[in-house]
């Protein structure tokens, strides 16, 4: 549905305007929960962020990926009461210092955001036999998180903030969404206007994680970190070649 | 690593050249396969490219991705021989007409591409419970994908092609690359120059499968499509919503 034709493409470098447009929307982009305004979506700008997360790459070009977009005040309500059930348990899993900085963390705009948005991974579309997917089964899911990205991105350039919810049940939201077996959730999507964005990400500026240097997450040729871990307690981060990653998450 | 300050973010739309910049990366963002140029890609292009992919969104603030740069001839060899004897069994599933298809069409540029590049997620980032993971233990995975598609779109804006290879036994690329069994290897990346790119995916040109159309994926309020499968045979497509999806993967 997009209307700008791009012709034969050139694979030139953008020009130094727009590759810092593409790197403005990557470094401004922010997982929001709790600032949504109640102003409304418009259809049009809605359906371009459907259409750049339809143009994700995907594997065998499978496209599995639907759009369920949710308005309704009821079913809002419904989604939240699972979520909330759920955070309650995910809650009680961290350690006593933590449970109080979890429990003061928003982790939705469920209600707030004027859209809600599924989006699923058809596990069946282009028949069981799937070009590329033959050998990694999880590839379908991939290019639908690949439709999300898409999506993020393109909202963050039209002033659009959307925020990823996890926390729920898989069975609670199937129910309430009516999603078939063959079909998996990927992401749970709120969508909608804010007044401005934090300047890093909401977890950091909180003290629950800091951001990692990127110069240790690189290898040259092969794997450098250890080679196992013996327990499934924090690990104190691979010996001699990351440093210690601070385990900030539980 | 990057250098731009952004300040305080405020949350409006992007300028009309800023927003067709972001769109412009969505659109024309192409999975290469066979055109990879030898021309070296910089050191800095390419980390900026890591740099972009370090800044996905990522569950609970994890950051659980790697990337391991592969430039070795030997070690490209080898992984391209796995890639070969994989992609000698993904034939054999597809039928006799779509197997000369399939033969025809060139997968990937292992040894063309000047860079390759793996991108892992360490599952025990962070510990055990992951702020966001608790209910949905997929998440960590999910977010390396973002940062996967974070740098498929700064390479399409850096004048860098990517194509994502995902034929190849799990098992074979863990010894190749020495990834211990906590560590998941979600993309094998070939990065480099192209000369240009095709104005839609490949795959649609030569006749494998043809692009949705994206309303038909739209559902309002919850799932429209079938309940069930009845079986695991390629399927009509959902009765009365959606038309039928050419099944012409397999």
């Known amino acids: 549905m997009h209307d700008v034709s791009y012709g034969p493409v050139t694979a030139d470098c953008f020009s130094d305007d727009e590759r810092a ?7 401004t982009r922010r997982d929001v929960r709790d600032q949504f305004l109640p102003r409304a979506v418009p259809e049009d700008v ?3 962020l459907l259409d750049a997360a339809h143009h994700a790459p995907s594997v065998g070009f499978m496209q599995p990926w639907n759009f369920i977009i949710i308005r ?3 079913r809002k309500v419904e989604i939240h009461r699972a979520f909330s059930r759920a955070n309650e348990e995910a809650k009680s899993l961290f350690s006593d210092e933590r449970q109080a900085l979890y429990a003061s963390l928003k982790l939705e705009g469920i209600l707030k955001a004027p859209i809600n948005l599924c989006i699923t991974c058809d596990r069946t579309r282009g028949g069981k036999v799937v070009l590329g997917r033959t050998h990694n089964p999880q590839m379908d899911l991939y290019s639908t998180v690949c439709a999300v990205q898409n999506l993020w991105l393109a909202a963050r350039a039209e002033g659009i903030a959307v925020g990823w919810v996890s926390i729920y049940h898989d069975q609670d939201m199937r129910r309430i969404l009516g999603i078939p077996g063959h079909v998996e959730i990927i992401a749970y999507l709120c969508i909608g206007y804010v007044d401005e964005l934090y300047d890093t990400p909401e977890l950091e500026r909180r003290g629950w994680r800091n ?3 990127l110069e240790e997450l690189i290898f040259e040729e092969a794997w450098q970190g250890t080679a196992e871990i013996s327990s499934d307690l924090p690990r104190p981060g691979p010996a001699g070649v990351l440093p210690a990653i601070p385990s900030t998450s539980d």
Chains 1, 2 share one sequence.
């Open 72 to 74: 309704d005040e009821a």
């Open 211 to 213: 951001r990692l240097q």
């Open 46 to 48: 809605l359906m371009r």
């Open 21 to 27: 447009a593409v790197y403005k929307a990557i470094y």
